[in-house]
């Protein structure tokens, strides 16, 4: 009785044929576009397409290069920051980021980087950086009237645009502002070459 329940079970799994690409004896089909979009019958298979969020997003051109944007401040201006925990602080701008429009100023927004030794007893390091702040937060500042102003910009009488503060009229882009600039940026690169 046994070796009859057996070979009837032998028989039934032989007339059952299993391969790779069926179940049961039913062939798989592939997923088409057809049955999700009717009236127009494709044979492309469904791929899932995972978009970014708004946020995760870089903002490129069609060349696939950033977008950078326009800033109200450059290298080497005074400026004060008007939002955030620094609120209040006044310094000078060291570097700007287009792509971003954030800013670092010296001496404001400090973050503390562990930095590890590099070979064996050489002791790790504390070092304080400068973090990015955005641009918005800050405004430009007068030495002079100690007062926070926009900035507007005008032809003066050499033909050249210039920016300038508009609550004192404090011409921002002048020619000694420039060289000032220039020769300080130049003491730097001597000293780090040195």
């Known amino acids: 009785m046994v070796a009859m329940a057996m070979a009837s079970l032998q028989s039934?799994?032989?007339?059952?044929?299993?391969?790779?690409?069926?179940?049961?004896?039913?062939?798989?089909?592939?997923?088409?576009l057809s049955p999700l979009l009717?009236?127009?019958?494709?044979?492309?298979?469904?791929?899932?397409?995972?978009?970014?969020?708004?946020?995760?997003?870089?903002?490129?051109?069609?060349?696939s290069l950033p977008v950078l944007h326009k800033l109200h401040v450059k290298v080497g201006d005074t400026v004060k920051v008007i939002s955030g925990h620094e609120k209040g602080?006044?310094?000078?701008?060291?570097?700007?980021?287009?792509?971003n429009s954030t800013i670092i100023v010296k001496d404001i927004n400090l973050k503390t980087k562990h930095v590890k030794s590099r070979q064996e007893g050489e002791p790790g390091q504390i070092n304080k950086i400068e973090g990015p702040i955005h641009s918005s937060n800050v405004m430009l500042y007068s030495k002079?009237?100690?007062v926070v102003s926009r900035v507007g910009h005008k032809v003066i009488d050499n033909g050249k645009k210039v920016r300038y503060l508009i609550k004192t009229g404090e011409v921002i882009d002048s020619v000694e502002n420039w060289k000032k600039l220039k020769e300080a940026t130049k003491k730097t690169e001597e000293l780090v070459a040195a």
Do not use: A, Y
């Not at 032989?14 to 069926?22: A, F, V, W």
């Not at 127009?40 to 870089?58: A, F, N, S």
């Open 12 to 32: 039934s799994m032989t007339s059952l044929s299993l391969s790779s690409n069926s179940f049961f004896g039913q062939p798989l089909s592939p997923i088409t």
């Open 38 to 63: 009717p009236g127009k019958p494709t044979d492309k298979q469904c791929r899932i397409v995972m978009k970014l969020k708004r946020w995760e997003r870089e903002e490129c051109k069609p060349n």
């Open 89 to 99: 602080q006044i310094g000078e701008v060291t570097k700007i980021f287009k792509h």
């Open 144 to 146: 002079e009237k100690n």
